[in-house]
């Protein structure tokens, strides 16, 4: 389980240094699925009475998780609005006004 999550932080600070926008997404969603082997191991764990506590454990995936989809969200909004602004300048490169 340790080596699922500490897969997660290195593998988005190398997509976050990729010069390609679109390996960084892929790389989030990766680390995204990457969550959910944890998850199923504390279930299997759970099931077999290694451990009883597992709501901390769920919630803190769940916690990361949505970090890890917010980025995403505000990454591709980020874009979107990029795109726009590009499309209203002009072939000099100043913005319209």
Known sequence: MRR????VPPNIAEGSGRKNPKEFFQILNISRRSLS???T???IANRLDYIKETAEM???IKRIRMMIINLI??????????????????REGDRIK
């Open 58 to 60: 769920y919630l803190l």
């Open 37 to 39: 082997e944890p998850e």
């Open 73 to 90: 969200s505000y990454l591709e909004s980020s874009k979107r609005q990029n795109v726009k602004t590009t499309k209203h300048e002009n």
């Open 4 to 7: 699922a999550y500490i897969s």
């Open 41 to 43: 191991q504390i279930e």
